[in-house]
């Protein structure tokens, strides 16, 4: 959803996009972003409502993400974004 956000704000210019793409980001970056800068797949949740990132790392989900956060620091010029 992050890159099909990033590329409707894009094409529309439509701030409700924009703001969907931008949650996305911050979401995929607090949470799905281990110590060694890598896109985990998702989050799996333990017995006692706990939750950790998953050990899988799928290439396209990666991809997907890059290309969605390349697209939204396009349009937002956000410093922080663009290092991410």
Partial sequence: MFRLSALLAEATSN?????AASNAADF????LIDSNNTIRDGLTFGPNDSCSQ????????????IH?????ASLTKNTTQEQW
């Fill in 28 to 31: 995929i970056h607090n949470h």
């Fill in 68 to 72: 969605g956060l390349a697209v939204l």
């Fill in 54 to 65: 998953t050990s899988l790392i799928l290439l396209y989900n990666s991809v997907m993400a």
């Fill in 15 to 19: 701030q409700t996009y924009l703001n």
